[in-house]
């Protein structure tokens, strides 16, 4: 089995300033992607950055990047320079490429204070 | 990326009654995953749909509850039969991609039961 968890249920961040997210998994597989997905109030699941397992070096995505710590099984997601837009619950995902199955975290509610 | 349209994107159903949601995507694909997501929870994998067989079920979700149809490779529904409060949901319908089988959502179809 494998499990995604996010440990903070709730963050807030000042208008261009930066926060972390944080995110923790475990599996058996050796093979598998992980995910950070934004939800805003429109309840569309939104991609916001990608990481391959097999790749040391962590993605980024214009104000977005991620820290992958495979030997911890660690994941967090870097906002830079946060926005009012970036105010959303965020995912953490785990992709099974075996299994072509994901599991997904409980999910932390970012707030953007202007 | 991909183009993926649900309908209903939002409905008020009343108790005992059924309701199918429809998901189409922009090119063909392998398999198609439902997602269900309760008020204020992460989500939860209810069953993938191939195409040319039955859809395999996570535990907790049956078929006489949850039929889905998978008719060609861009189009499937899912039904949620004799509803009751309890299913008043978020249902998501996803397909993953290349690369690294990333996963991609519709809109959503929100639907309360009274």
């Known amino acids: 089995a494998q499990t995604v968890t996010q440990s903070q249920p709730e963050m807030s961040v000042q208008e261009a300033e930066t926060v972390t997210l944080s995110c923790t998994y475990d599996?058996?597989?050796?093979?598998?992607?992980l995910f950070w997905y934004k939800q805003p109030p429109s309840r569309q699941m939104i991609l916001v950055i990608r990481?391959?397992?097999?790749?040391?070096q962590n993605a980024t995505e214009n104000r977005f990047s991620v820290n992958f710590q495979k030997a911890a099984k660690s994941f967090s997601l870097k906002i830079s320079d946060s926005q009012l837009g970036d105010a959303a619950m965020y995912f953490c995902?785990?992709?099974?490429?075996?299994?072509?199955?994901?599991?997904f975290g409980d999910g932390t509610t970012l707030t953007v204070k202007p | 990326s991909a183009v993926i349209s649900q309908k209903p994107s939002r409905d008020i159903c009343q108790r005992g009654t059924s309701l199918t949601i429809q998901c189409q995507v922009d090119s063909q694909v392998t398999m198609m995953f439902w997602y269900r997501q309760q008020p204020g929870q992460s989500l939860t994998l209810i069953a993938t749909?191939?195409?040319?067989?039955?859809?395999?079920?996570e535990s907790g979700f049956v078929i006489d509850k949850f039929p889905i149809s998978r008719p060609n490779l861009t189009f499937s529904t899912l039904t949620v039969s004799n509803m009751s409060p309890e299913d008043s949901s978020i249902y998501l319908c996803?397909?993953?991609?290349?690369?690294?089988?990333?996963?991609?959502f519709g809109e959503g179809s929100w639907l309360t039961v009274v």
């Open positions: 995902a785990l992709h099974n490429t075996n299994a072509g199955k994901s599991t």
């Open positions: 599996t058996s597989e050796s093979d598998y992607y």
């Open positions: 749909a191939n195409q040319g067989s039955e859809a395999t079920y």
């Open positions: 996803s397909v993953d991609r290349d690369p690294g089988n990333t996963i991609y």
């Open positions: 990481q391959e397992a097999y790749k040391q």
